[in-house]
C-alpha cells in the first residue's frame, strides 16, 4: 500500500497498514535553504525529497483559492529599514498594520501593530472583510499532487481560522482583543459572524474542488479559547463548515497546536475529522493516548512529537529515541492516528532527529496495536 493510500484510508478513519509519519520541517527547511546551512545531504533537495530520504509520508500544504479585496479598498504598503506598513483605505476610513522583519538568523516577519485599535475600527475591517472575494483555482494543488505522487497528500486551508481566534489573534492582538470583545460584544460579535459567512462562502467552493483534505489554521489554545467560549463560539461554528465540506465528502482538519487538555472533550461534538498538531507533554499537560481517549473513536490525531525534543535543550538523542521508542508502544498503527510534530521542527533542531524518527517507525514495523 502506498504512503498516499495508507495515510487516505486512516484520516477517512478507515483502516490503513501502517503507522504513517508525517514530518512537518517546512520552517527549518525555509530558513535553512535560504541561509545555506541545509546538511550537505540535503542540499539540491525539495522539502518533499527530504520527506521521502527520512521515510515519512508527504504532508504538502498548498491552496486552492484566490482571494482579492475588489476595488472600494485601496491598499498602500511600504518597507523601509525592515518595517513593513500597510495601509488600508475604504469609503468608512482607513487601517494599517505594520510587520517587521525580524534582525536574526530567521529573517521571520512579525505583526508589530494590528489593524483593529478602537472599536471605529471595526467597521472598517467589515467593510474590508465584506469586499473580499474568493474564486476556486485548483491549478497550485494540481502543482503540488504532481510533486507528491503516491508518497503523501497535498491540502489546503479555509482563508480564516475560527473567527473569535482570527479576531485576538489577527486583528487586534489578544489583550486588546479580549478587551473590546468584553466592552462591545454585539459589535464584535457581527464581525464574527462576517467572518463565519465568508468561512462558509470559501468552504462552498473547496466542497467542489479537488482537495481532500481542508484545514483551519486555529492555533487552538485553551488559555485563549477557554471552554466557556470554545461552547458558545467554536462548536457552532465547526458545526456549520464542517456540515459544507463533508457534503463534498472533505476531511475537515484542525490545527491545535497549544494547551487543548479541557478542550478535545467537546471535539466529537463539532463533526472535525483530525485534530492536527496536538501539543503533548513536556509543552503541554497532555500525553496522546489521553488525547485520543478525550477525543473518542471517531477522530483522527496527528502529531506526538513535541518540537522542544528536536533541540538539545530538550534532552539528548538517547532520551529523544527513548521517547519516540515508547510512544510507538503506545499509539495505534494503521488507524486513528498519524506521528507528526507539535507543531514544527525549529530552524536550529538537531534534524538528525528527524531521521531517528523515520528510522524507529520503519523499524517497528506494522504490527496492529
Given at each position: 500500500m502506498s504512503q498516499r493510500e495508507n495515510y487516505t484510508r486512516i484520516?477517512?478513519?478507515?483502516?490503513?497498514e501502517f503507522l504513517p509519519f508525517v514530518p512537518n520541517f517546512d520552517h527549518w527547511?525555509?530558513?535553512?535553504?535560504?541561509?545555506?546551512?541545509?546538511?550537505?545531504?540535503?542540499?539540491g533537495l525539495s522539502r518533499n525529497d527530504i520527506v521521502r530520504k527520512v521515510q515519512g509520508t508527504i504532508w504538502a500544504r498548498t491552496r486552492c483559492l484566490d482571494v482579492e479585496i475588489d476595488s472600494t479598498v485601496e491598499i498602500i504598503r511600504q518597507e523601509k529599514n525592515?518595517?513593513?506598513?500597510?495601509?488600508?483605505?475604504?469609503?468608512?476610513?482607513?487601517?494599517?498594520?505594520?510587520?517587521?522583519?525580524?534582525?536574526?538568523?530567521?529573517?521571520?516577519?512579525?505583526?508589530?501593530?494590528?489593524?483593529?485599535?478602537?472599536?471605529n475600527d471595526i467597521r472598517v475591517v467589515r467593510w474590508i472583510v465584506e469586499h473580499t472575494h474568493f474564486t476556486l483555482n485548483v491549478q497550485p494543488f494540481l502543482e503540488s499532487e504532481r510533486a507528491v505522487g503516491d508518497d503523501g497528500l497535498?491540502?489546503?486551508?479555509?482563508?480564516?481560522?475560527?473567527?473569535?481566534?482570527?479576531?485576538?489573534?489577527?486583528?487586534?492582538?489578544?489583550?486588546h482583543g479580549i478587551y473590546l470583545f468584553t466592552d462591545y460584544r454585539p459589535k464584535v460579535e457581527e464581525l464574527l459572524e462576517l467572518y463565519t459567512v465568508k468561512v462558509e462562502e470559501a468552504a462552498r467552493l473547496l466542497a467542489q474542488g479537488p482537495a481532500l483534505v481542508i484545514a483551519s489554521g486555529d492555533n487552538m489554545d485553551e488559555w485563549t479559547t477557554p471552554p466557556n467560549i470554545f461552547r458558545q463560539y467554536a462548536i457552532p461554528y465547526y458545526q456549520r463548515i464542517a456540515a459544507i465540506l463533508h457534503s463534498g465528502g472533505k476531511v475537515f482538519q484542525v490545527h491545535w497546536c497549544g494547551r487543548t487538555s479541557h478542550l478535545l472533550e467537546f471535539v466529537p461534538e463539532c463533526d472535525i475529522d483530525v485534530v492536527e498538531a496536538i501539543a503533548v507533554k513536556p509543552?503541554?499537560?497532555?500525553?496522546?493516548?489521553?488525547?485520543?481517549?478525550?477525543?473518542?473513536?471517531?477522530?483522527?490525531?496527528?502529531?506526538?512529537?513535541?518540537?522542544i525534543l528536536f533541540c538539545p535543550q530538550g534532552g539528548t538523542r538517547e532520551d529523544f529515541r527513548l521517547?519516540?521508542?515508547?510512544?510507538?508502544?503506545?499509539?495505534?498503527?494503521?488507524?486513528?492516528?498519524?506521528?507528526?510534530?507539535?507543531?514544527?521542527?525549529?530552524?536550529?533542531?538537531d534534524f538528525s532527529r528527524v531521521e531517528m524518527v523515520g528510522e524507529l517507525v520503519a523499524s517497528f514495523g506494522s504490527t496492529e496495536k
Open positions: 484520516l477517512k478513519k478507515e483502516k490503513g527547511y525555509n530558513i535553512n535553504q535560504t541561509q545555506g546551512t541545509l546538511p550537505e545531504k540535503y542540499q525592515g518595517t513593513i506598513t500597510t495601509d488600508y483605505h475604504t469609503p468608512v476610513g482607513s487601517v494599517q498594520t505594520v510587520h517587521r522583519r525580524a534582525t536574526d538568523f530567521t529573517q521571520a516577519v512579525f505583526l508589530k501593530s494590528h489593524w483593529v485599535k478602537t472599536v497535498s491540502l489546503v486551508g479555509l482563508p480564516y481560522c475560527l473567527p473569535y481566534i482570527h479576531f485576538g489573534k489577527n486583528e487586534c492582538g489578544w489583550e509543552m503541554a499537560e497532555l500525553t496522546v493516548p489521553e488525547a485520543m481517549a478525550k477525543v473518542g473513536e471517531k477522530v483522527v490525531i496527528q502529531g506526538g512529537l513535541p518540537s521517547y519516540v521508542k515508547a510512544l510507538l508502544e503506545k499509539v495505534p498503527h494503521g488507524y486513528r492516528f498519524a506521528l507528526g510534530m507539535s507543531d514544527n521542527v525549529p530552524p536550529d533542531a
